[in-house]
């Protein structure tokens, strides 16, 4: 797929394919270890191409085509990822729409530039995973293994196994969202299968819970997987996603 590449003063690189088009844009922000070519994030810019909107996707450092080890990671690091890629790639009102992970990164970038979000899409959002989901998804030698080592590699039901450093987990007690009030009055959509087996359902309630915006829903899908890729899945999210345009 093309891309082009954002340098940064440091030398670093982010990958990005943008779509120009009316307000307001869309930003799409993927997962852990995924891609801005995923397929959530290809038919939502077709879709925005059908309909002449803006549209943004990138890779995290460590992700794609971006500069970077994904082991050197953390969350403070793609959270800046996000806000760069924000703050020098999109004008205007956004609506940004965040999948696993990238829904913590969502969250996020949102609180630090709430005058410029116009709503959120949540799928399978994830914010404080590193704390809340990890931990009880590590056995003791696992966890044991991270303190002695630095990091583990553990198998992915996704083909490319995992590396989860200390570096990751310290991190990210330093960017929790769930502990307080989230400062943001904008719309707020979130999708959730209730077949996910890597991010429970019950996290988009608590985000419901923590959002001080009247305007939010949770949509839970039967069946649905943690990727809601199916096709079925997709048209949810664009409709979703056109509502709040």
Request: charged share 25%.
């Amino acid at each position: 797929m093309p891309f082009q590449i954002l340098t940064r003063e440091n030398g670093t690189s982010i990958a990005y394919n943008k779509l120009e088009g009316n307000p307001p844009g869309l930003i799409f922000m993927s997962g852990f270890m995924s891609d801005m070519n995923g397929s959530k994030a290809l038919a939502l810019e077709q879709h925005c191409q059908e309909r002449g909107l803006a549209f943004l996707r990138f890779d995290y450092m460590g992700h794609g085509n971006s500069s970077g080890n994904f082991a050197d990671g953390t969350i403070g690091l793609w959270a800046q990822n996000a806000l760069t890629a924000f703050d020098e790639l999109t004008e205007g009102p956004q609506i940004i729409i965040g999948s696993s992970m990238g829904g913590w990164m969502m969250i996020l970038t949102a609180v630090s530039r709430p005058e410029r979000v116009a709503g959120l899409v949540g799928i399978a959002a994830a914010p404080d995973f590193t704390e809340d989901l990890l931990p009880k998804q590590l056995t003791e030698i696992q966890l044991s293994k991270i303190q002695e080592d630095g990091f583990v590699v553990i198998p992915s039901e996704y083909e490319i196994p995992y590396t989860i450093t200390k570096k990751l987990l310290d991190d990210g007690t330093q960017h929790l969202v769930l502990r307080n009030e989230i400062p943001l009055d904008c719309p707020v959509r979130l999708l959730h299968g209730l077949e996910d087996t890597s991010v429970p359902w019950e996290t988009a309630l608590k985000i419901q819970n923590m959002v001080r915006s009247k305007d939010v829903e949770v949509t839970l899908i039967k069946n649905g997987d943690h990727r809601l890729s199916r096709e079925e899945d997709l048209e949810k999210l664009k409709k979703t996603v056109m509502e709040i345009v």
